[in-house]
């Protein structure tokens, strides 16, 4: 039952024009940054041969538009999440769905699992630029690595964040909206954090900006893998406990 509620959930997705739209227009603006870069690292490329332990094409030109992917994309996954049940509300079907003959959680894991196949398919056409590169120099592997799951990771807590909120709201406009205003929150919450004396610090623990950055500089720790599936295990958890209240209701 869950994969037929992904499957239901990613058709729909890719029946309207917006999933196609954004996958072009972040591939489009990302190809864009991509060449930027990577012209600009031809130009350097003569002055940094004279350093020793000089950055690589993966430090100078992978990590740096990765970067910038995750700032676009937190823009642009709530697009994607406010549907989600929004629109099921709105469309008077989630009563439907909800009085079923299924768990709460099987129609939250498949809400979640359709939205986590359309971030394997933005990965995975994102990771087509970097991939390309092995045609005519070497990268390193394992940062490439640790920057595909820094991405599919983040995507994939956005996903979880909005799938509550959008649960919480009829509204799409303001299931994206607070989606967004609640994801950069946790992106920004760090300099809050590094206003404080303690460094290590509750809040400063809680910025997804910390944990993904390090990812991205390939820096591979443990605490960092559990913070995105702690976050995303909360939140599906808030959308079966919501889910559960409008049934009882």
Do not use: C
């Not at 490439?144 to 919480?168: N, Q, R």
């Amino acid at each position: 039952m869950i994969f037929i509620i992904a499957k239901r959930e990613i058709s729909n997705m890719f029946l309207a024009p917006l999933a196609w739209i954004i996958l072009a227009v972040v591939q489009l603006i990302l190809g864009y940054m991509f060449l930027a870069q990577l012209d600009t690292f031809f130009v350097l490329q003569p002055q940094l041969a004279q350093l020793e332990n000089t950055p690589g094409v993966t430090d100078m030109v992978i990590a740096p538009v990765f970067s910038l992917a995750a700032i676009i994309l937190l823009m642009i996954m709530p697009l994607i999440t406010m549907r989600s049940f929004a629109e099921e509300k709105r469309n008077r079907t989630l009563t439907l769905l909800i009085s079923a003959p299924i768990s709460m959680s099987q129609i939250v894991l498949g809400k979640f699992l359709g939205l986590v196949f359309f971030v394997i398919i933005l990965v995975g056409m994102l990771m087509l630029m970097p991939l390309s590169l092995y045609f005519g120099t070497s990268l390193d592997s394992g940062k490439l690595l640790t920057i595909t799951l820094a991405m599919f990771l983040l995507l994939s807590t956005f996903s979880a964040i909005g799938l509550y909120l959008s649960s919480l709201s009829d509204n799409q406009t303001i299931a994206a909206v607070s989606t967004f205003g609640f994801i950069l929150l946790l992106w920004i919450i760090d300099w809050l954090g590094e206003s404080l004396t303690d460094s290590q610090s509750v809040v400063s623990y809680l910025s997804l900006l910390k944990h993904h950055q390090a990812l991205i500089e390939g820096v591979f720790d443990s605490s960092d893998i559990s913070y995105y599936l702690i976050l995303i295990v909360t939140f599906l958890s808030l959308t079966v406990r919501q889910l559960q209240g409008e049934r009882l209701s």
